[in-house]
C-alpha cells in the first residue's frame, strides 16, 4: 500500500505516542501451534516495553514467556473512517527479578481481571509500526 493524502506511516516516536494514548489492545502469539489473539490492558514502561499485567498461572503466561509476539492496538472513528494502528513485536518475558516486580506494582498495570498471584508480562518493543488513515473516500 503507498502513502497517499489519507494514508501515512508513522515513524516509531509517533506509534509509542499513541500507544501511551490507550489502555487495551491485543496480544498476538502462538498457542498449541494455532494463532491467537487476546485483547488485554496496559502500559508502556520506560523503555517504551508493553507490560501486561496477568494470572501467573494463565494459559497466556504459558504460551508467551520467552517467545517472540506481536502486540497491537489501534483507535478508529468509523464516522470519519479515520484512525491509526500500532504493532509492537519483540519477545515476551515474565518478570522475575523481585525489585522490578515491586516497582511494577507501583507504576505498571492493573489488571482488569481479579488475580491472586498477579505476574508481569513484558514484551520487548524491538520492532514497532504504525500506519494512520485519514478520511478515507469510498468508490463506488
Known sequence: MLENDVFRILDRQECLRLLAKVQVGRVVYTQQALPAVL?????????????LCTSAGSDLVRAVDGAVVAFEADEFTAATRSGWSVIVTGRASVVTDAAEHERLSRTGPHSWMPVRDGVFVRIEAELVTGREITGARTTR
Open 39 to 51: 485483547p488485554v490492558n496496559f502500559s508502556l514502561d520506560e523503555d517504551a516495553s508493553v507490560l
